[in-house]
């Protein structure tokens, strides 16, 4: 059963930093694109960022571009999201979800339950 923990979320200051971490299992982690999706009150889902299968090629959007490193360790079967010089803009709930092997779809089919990040002073 494919199973995606998302962890590391909490409240922090603005410009402060956090580390998100999504523990996968059952599926084999190595073969599969993976990103980071958020949803804050009131709005859409957007995007975040994406990595492919070695962790040699990323993604981001532009508003936390320069800010947010995405990364994996796939003898761990974790998705990380290092967040830095965090804004009030950034709070959400941060999901980690399953693309396709091979070339991205942006398109899901499973995801994590979400872990809460909060940037207030």
């Known amino acids: 059963q494919v199973q995606l923990v998302e962890s590391g979320g909490g409240l922090v200051q603005p410009g402060g930093s956090l580390r998100l971490s999504c523990a996968a299992s059952g599926f084999t982690f190595s073969s599969y694109y993976m990103s980071w999706v958020r949803q804050a009150p009131g709005k859409g889902p957007e995007w975040v960022s994406a990595i492919n299968t070695g962790g040699g090629s990323t993604r981001y959007a532009d508003s936390v571009k320069g800010r947010f490193t995405i990364s994996r360790d796939n003898a761990k079967n974790t998705l990380y999201l290092q967040m830095n010089s965090l804004k009030p803009e950034d709070t959400a709930l941060y999901y980690c979800?399953?693309?396709?092997?091979?070339?991205?779809?942006?398109?899901?089919?499973?995801w994590g339950q979400g872990t809460q990040v909060t940037v207030s002073s």
């Open positions: 979800a399953r693309d396709s092997a091979g070339p991205p779809r942006y398109e899901y089919d499973y």
